[in-house]
């Protein structure tokens, strides 16, 4: 290669490194410039969201929006779905036992060969004579009854000439029961399971307020499809699976996911972070009060009337006051400063979608609702020691897999009643009164038993000590301030010294075991109890153990925050993954394992899912022995005398 070659390709190389340079600069200009308009358009959105916010004040109190709006609305709507439950286990039997044991039908002989009601009978003479029968069948003004096929036979069920009974002992009415109960149950969950991301973002885009109403919407058509089965069971297509669509509907809504969502969205876009907690539990004890007072008012419509029907009517009613109420008196809570925001933000991120991968974008769109799965994966140890090789914590699953497993013992509510109809005799009015003792049962120890315990056997704060020689102390910062005006620079910087919680992730693990205990002791009382009385108490001891998911979720926080003390401000994706393991294992999992043990060993050993359970609660006790709460918080912050945070935080590493 001759020298003029050579330098002309040096030349080319640099003309070619300076494009590159020059492109490299455009894309940070370009990237740089982007960011500087999100973050202005950001700062606008905040402050149109704080105009529009500020202007609720201005508004009549019936358009303003508030907190107290959807616990209203959400004590309706807990009204109606603890209303349902006892009826809608009867009604699953009524039918199952319709259609595989009717012998147990009252006035069967008539029934079955299907003569025709008063309103479809036939003038005697518009089929000419009619021969006299054996049994002196006689005709009335020229009506007579006539006999038809089973295939052409159009009257409706009626649910009071079943001997309920009977039905409730049968072991093959009980395992079809439990097998509609697992079927409608799990198809629920796993339509809503998908839906309810899709329908949270859209009430970014939309406002709460229509999904809502849609989610109300889908739970109106399952009940009306109910209905109509209980009509016309034997006519319809696929006789009581034909309740099939009204789940499909439903869990296409979204479902009682989909609602519990907008609800918690609702009360975060009218509370700030002072009042927030506050509100949520006020929204939770008035779900207890539902729980409390549904069951009893469909206890009595069921005694007065003596049908489930006309429960199920009630809780039809109570469902469209809720949803009327959504869609035209229930202010919307987004702004649309938030709104704009939302629908910005999904189209940055799908703005560089590469299109053309269908089958990838698929996956993604059907495993889009376990990607919050992925913050529960074990992380490397941040307080190991620094000259070993630090291993995995495997912590935050042990507590979600924990978490789940309790979780899925709700599963097992609706087989208790069946449970209980079959060995007590219970009638649908006994079980609805067992629910509402239940939830008061409830109610009291997480009101009012839970914050006691809390309070007077949680480890106080502890105060870090200034020297080596300086033991730690339980730290009053109120009580100094109160005795002394003019402290001494000494006890100034005693007083700012950092407070830390003394083993509260510790003692928040002890109650979840605990509580896990009280859990097996129930299921160990349910599964021997020989009295109705006895299995109303043990069930009382498994309300107990509801201490569990705040104590839980609590400690999963404190283990997160340990874990990753980088991303302690995102603990939205933790609650988020919690949100899907609770879908996962109470909406699916759950019932369909529970339902199916019981459904197949009814007729022989009909405790078994409640052995079943028992054995769920071991699993739950054994993940949680491989549970390391961390001793004391990563990110305690000094308190100095006049209360304020300051902004640099002391961190502590762990002790064992």
Same mark, same amino acid.
């Given at each position: ?13 640099? +003309? $070619?490194?300076? %494009?590159?340079?020059? *492109?490299?600069? #455009?894309?940070?200009?370009?990237? @740089? =410039?982007? !960011? ?62 319709? +259609? $595989?044991?009717? %012998?147990?039908?009252? *006035?069967?002989? #008539?029934?079955?060969?299907?003569? @025709? =009601?008063? !309103? ?62 697992? +079927? ?16 949270? =973002? ?455």
């Amino acid at each position: 290669m001759t020298p003029f070659r050579r330098a002309g390709g040096r030349a080319e190389d640099s +003309v $070619h490194n300076r %494009e590159e340079h020059s *492109n490299s600069l #455009q894309e940070q200009n370009t990237l @740089l =410039s982007s !960011d500087q308009e999100e973050s202005r358009l950001s700062a606008e959105e905040d402050e149109e969201h704080a105009l529009e916010v500020s202007s609720w004040k201005n508004l009549p109190w019936w358009k303003r929006p508030s907190p107290h709006w959807i616990i209203l609305v959400g004590a309706i709507r807990g009204v109606a779905n603890f209303a349902a439950m006892a009826p809608a286990v009867a009604l699953f039997t009524d039918l199952a036992c319709h +259609v $595989h044991k009717p %012998e147990y039908v009252i *006035n069967h002989a #008539q029934h079955s060969a299907s003569f @025709l =009601s008063a !309103d479809t009978l036939v003038k005697a003479s518009t089929i000419g004579p009619i021969p006299q029968t054996s049994d002196g069948d006689k005709t009335v003004d020229g009506i007579v009854s006539v006999y038809l096929p089973d295939s052409l036979y159009t009257a409706s069920l009626d649910l009071t000439q079943i001997d309920e009974e009977k039905c409730a002992s049968d072991p093959v009415v009980q395992a079809a029961a439990a097998k509609i109960l697992a +079927v409608v149950s799990t198809t629920v969950g796993i339509l809503s399971c998908l839906t309810t991301g899709w329908w949270g =973002s859209m009430s970014d885009f939309y406002g709460r307020r229509i999904v809502l109403f849609v989610s109300a919407l889908g739970v109106l058509m399952a009940i009306l499809v109910q209905i109509l089965t209980a009509w016309y069971v034997d006519i319809l297509p696929g006789g009581y699976w034909f309740m099939l669509l009204g789940c499909v509907l439903d869990g296409l809504c979204g479902s009682l996911s989909t609602s519990v969502a907008m609800n918690q969205s609702y009360l975060a876009d009218t509370t700030n972070s002072s009042t927030r907690s506050r509100y949520f539990s006020l929204s939770l004890g008035f779900l207890f009060v539902g729980e409390a007072i549904g069951p009893v008012l469909a206890g009595l419509l069921i005694r007065t009337t003596g049908t489930v029907l006309s429960a199920i009517y009630f809780v039809f009613i109570l469902q469209g006051i809720f949803a009327m109420i959504t869609l035209l008196i229930l202010p919307e809570s987004l702004t649309r400063a938030r709104a704009r925001g939302a629908r910005r933000q999904w189209r940055k991120e799908n703005m560089n979608k590469v299109h053309g991968g269908g089958t990838l974008d698929v996956r993604k769109g059907t495993s889009a609702f376990l990607s919050p799965l992925l913050v529960l994966l074990p992380e490397r140890a941040s307080d190991a020691n620094p000259l070993e090789r630090k291993g995995r914590d495997w912590s935050l699953l042990c507590i979600a897999i924990a978490y789940g497993l309790f979780e899925s013992l709700i599963g097992t509510s609706a087989y208790k009643l069946q449970y209980a109809a079959a060995q007590f005799k219970w009638t649908p009015v006994t079980t609805s009164y067992f629910i509402s003792i239940n939830g008061v049962s409830r109610a009291i120890f997480l009101a009012v038993i839970l914050p006691v315990i809390i309070k007077y056997l949680q480890p106080a704060p502890i105060q870090l000590s200034s020297t080596p020689d300086e033991s730690l102390r339980g730290a009053d910062l109120s009580a100094s301030r109160g005795t002394r005006s003019h402290p001494s620079s000494a006890q100034v910087n005693a007083t700012e010294r950092p407070l830390l919680p003394s083993n509260t992730s510790a003692f928040d693990l002890k109650v979840a075991r605990v509580s896990m205990g009280l859990e097996g002791l129930s299921f160990v009382g349910l599964a021997v109890a020989g009295t109705g009385t006895l299995f109303t108490l043990a069930n009382m001891v498994d309300s107990l153990g509801t201490g569990i998911a705040p104590s839980l979720e609590s400690l999963a926080l404190a283990v997160y925050s340990h874990q990753r003390p980088q991303n302690k401000s995102e603990v939205g994706k933790l609650f988020g993954a919690f949100s899907v393991v609770r879908v996962l294992s109470f909406g699916i999992c759950g019932p369909a394992l529970f339902g199916f043990v019981y459904a197949n060993t009814v007729a022989f050993f009909p405790q078994a899912f409640l052995i079943a359970a028992l054995c769920a609660t071991w699993l739950a006790l054994f993940v949680l022995a491989f549970v390391r709460a961390p001793s004391e918080s990563t990110g305690s912050r000094v308190l100095p005398e006049d209360g304020n945070e300051e902004s640099q935080p002391v961190v502590v590493g762990s002790r064992e």
